[in-house]
């Protein structure tokens, strides 16, 4: 009789979303970087709603946060969307990228010459002081995923960060210079889905929030109009 030798086993594929914090009041127009008080507009409120709703089909089991208001308010939001409702998690490896303590505060317009040290951040990220680079904030981005992964393999789960650290971990991923970080753009309310097989990244998508209002029926115009509506 001939032996049958078993296949092994193939690791499960797990699901991480890796999200931007939604739109944030700033009636002033500053960098807001690390400051408090600056919490999710009426806009930023139906973003997370839509990006709830997107999720309640994904069967996320956490929610790893940054200790940010925005992000910690978009974790809240969108929870309510989701059943079972998961644990929010607060992560410091998700927040925001520490280049923003040098520019916050300050109004776009004026950032240009108040704050000459951006236009060497552009460039190369991480090499003047106050400043990380593209390979730290990957890294802690990624931390918090591989926890993720240990955690809920063969699940699904969710990660809520900021523009810089995910857009460092997604020029990264595709193993591309530092001056391009800032070349992907991973708009507020917007979000990467990631699959692992085990610990290995085996596919990347990018979902604008415009993407996100679609997949669950609603058009651009018709969030636009529900944040208008929205007396708060």
Avoid at 114 to 131: E, F
Avoid at 216 to 232: F, K, M, N, Q
Wanted: hydrophobic fraction near 40%; aromatic fraction near 8%.
């Amino acid at each position: 009789m001939a032996q049958v030798t078993a296949s092994p086993t193939a690791s499960p594929v797990t699901r991480c979303y890796l999200a931007r914090h939604c739109d944030v009041a700033n009636p002033d127009g500053v960098l807001y970087g690390h400051l408090p008080n600056f919490p999710l507009s009426a806009k930023g409120r139906q973003q997370a709603a839509v990006m709830g709703r997107y999720l309640a089909e994904a069967g996320i089991r956490a929610i790893y946060t940054s200790p940010l208001q925005r992000a910690q308010e978009t974790a809240d939001l969108l929870a309510t969307e989701l059943f079972p409702f998961p644990p929010v998690l607060v992560r410091p490896e998700l927040v925001e990228a520490e280049f923003g303590r040098y520019l916050q505060g300050t109004r776009y317009r004026d950032v240009l010459w108040r704050k000459p040290r951006w236009w060497v951040h552009m460039v190369w990220p991480g090499l003047v002081p106050g400043d990380e680079s593209m390979g730290s904030m990957a890294r802690r981005v990624e931390r918090t995923i591989r926890e993720g992964l240990r955690e809920r393999a063969g699940e699904a789960f969710l990660c809520i960060s900021h523009g810089d650290p995910i857009q460092a971990f997604w020029a990264t991923s595709d193993h591309r210079l530092p001056w391009a970080l800032h070349r992907l753009q991973c708009s507020k309310g917007g979000l990467l889905e990631l699959r692992y097989r085990g610990e290995e990244l085996i596919s990347k998508t990018y979902l604008s929030p415009e993407a996100l209002a679609a997949s669950v029926g609603l058009s651009g115009a018709a969030t636009e109009a529900a944040a208008v509506a929205d007396p708060s």
